[in-house]
């Protein structure tokens, strides 16, 4: 068995990841396409338009392979209202998809923008004002030119590649991505932290000895505010905090989850252990294998029919039903070995796996010690069949529900008045699913 040097590794996986010179040409002679077809309808119309840039990982050769949307920001004067901002915007991006014959629909972040397909590309069209750095941010995306300004100058072609290798790793990890479902590593955080530490491998040997509330702060910060005080900057109570050099009152690494942190420290640490190739090659579906390849709990979904609401939206409101309802389980002794939620277009599913489903109908209820007086009355007001034992009160008495079974069915049909209910996640349109032996579930 031939084994491999971490650098014979990260040549190996680099050559699987790395985008040909072609396909970034082809790419950028898109870009440049759409462009020109941009500046074209502005002049017609004499639009408040003062720059038209190419942004994002593709622009700035950090893209992995097969990876190859072009994101176009229109860059508006700040004199331009905000309506009017985002009708010129769509009309813009909506006619240049036309021009180009692609197919196109309105998405929304902080205002509507135009995401669309041309030739093969998925492109997004996106208006925002033009600010210089250090100066207030007008709507949320004005930062992202900075962002590609600020590390177009920064990143060569080795660290570009450095990128690559911190994305691939995180995506097999299934750690890359800052979206509400994976609550992972966004693109511009890896540059950043490639942009500090100078290396992939540089990076994970310092992340052996991160622990929570680790904070980085790029020294390149200094280039743009020369009297920054860095004891004087935001204050954030998250588990990794790397201040953004565009706007230092922002953590780039906030959607990350300390569940996720963690991982990612713990993972930096075996693959400098035991080096291997299988690190980059989907290794979180591995993982999710090796631990479902077991004996297992009783299972139940909770199956809602979906609201026609995007992710970000849907995602912390099912997490929000599922923490509520877990507490209302512990509240009644059921053990919880797992539990998660994810969604599909059509429904949200709410996934439990128990310890045990069905107990006594006798429970022990654990008292004050004798001494207090106090207590101990409320205590025996409470309960009737009450012992004493290691000087504590006792007290013998019936669950609500034997079965989670029960308590399910009564979450569904509403006779639970502490269960929070978020707006498009509603428990009373559910289904109770009970999973085989195989946990089979479609």
């Known amino acids: 068995m031939i084994v491999l040097t ?25 870009a440049n396409e759409i462009i020109d077809k941009i500046w074209e309808i502005v002049k017609e119309n004499n639009y408040p338009v003062l720059e038209v840039l190419l942004v994002g990982s593709s622009a700035r050769n950090t893209n992995l392979k097969d990876d190859y949307d072009i994101d176009i920001f229109v860059l508006f004067d700040k004199s331009t209202s905000e309506d009017e901002l985002e009708e010129i915007g769509l009309k813009v991006g909506i006619e240049v998809i036309k021009r180009l014959n692609g197919s196109y629909n309105i998405n929304y972040a902080s205002h509507p923008y135009v995401n669309g397909e041309v030739d093969g590309y998925e492109v997004d069209i996106v208006p925002c004002y033009k600010i ?53 590593f966004s693109g511009y955080l890896c540059e950043l932290l490639i942009l500090h530490y100078g290396s992939f491998i540089n990076l994970l040997k ?19 505010y020369k009297d920054v005080d860095i004891n004087r900057l935001k204050k954030f109570d998250e588990p990794f905090i790397v201040y953004d050099p565009v706007d230092l009152n922002r953590n780039v690494a906030s959607p990350l989850s300390k569940d996720n942190f963690c991982k990612f420290i713990f993972y930096s640490r075996e693959f400098l252990k035991n080096p291997s190739i299988e690190f980059f090659n ?32 849907l995602y912390p409101q099912m997490e929000k039903l599922q923490k509520s309802i877990n507490k209302v389980i512990v509240k009644h002794e059921f053990v919880i070995l797992n539990s998660k939620c994810f969604a599909d ?10 310890l045990v489903h069905e107990l006594p109908k006798v429970a022990l209820r654990e008292g004050p010690p004798i001494f207090e007086k106090e207590r101990a009355e ?4 409470k309960y009737d069949k009450v012992f004493i034992k290691d000087c504590k009160l006792f007290a013998y008495t019936e669950r609500k529900y034997c079965h989670v079974i029960d308590l399910f069915n009564d979450i569904v049909n509403g006779n639970l008045q502490n269960i929070s209910i978020p707006k498009y996640v509603n428990p009373r349109n ?8 195989y946990g089979k579930y479609e």
């Open 282 to 313: 989907n290794y979180a579906k591995k993982l999710e294998e090796i631990l479902e390849d077991r004996e297992h709990g009783y299972r139940l979904i909770l199956k809602i029919p979906r609201e026609d609401v995007v992710d970000d939206i």
């Open 430 to 437: 559910g289904e109770i699913i009970e999973l085989d032996s």
């Open 345 to 354: 277009n059509n429904y949200c599913h709410l996934y439990w796996e128990f």
């Open 132 to 184: 210089d750095f250090g100066e207030k941010i007008i709507s949320a995306v004005d930062r992202t030119p900075l962002h590609h300004k600020f590390l177009k100058d920064r990143l060569n072609e080795k660290l570009c590649d450095e990128v690559r290798l911190l994305k691939a790793f995180l995506k097999s990890l299934g750690l890359y991505g800052s979206d509400v479902k994976t609550k992972g």
């Open 206 to 224: 310092d992340a052996q000895n991160w622990r929570v509330g680790k904070k980085i702060i790029l020294k390149d910060i200094f280039d743009i």
């Open 6 to 30: 971490i650098d014979e590794i990260l040549k190996e996986v680099l050559k699987e990841i790395k985008p040909s010179k072609e396909d970034m040409e082809k790419l950028q002679n898109k």
């Open 378 to 381: 409320r205590f025996l007001k």
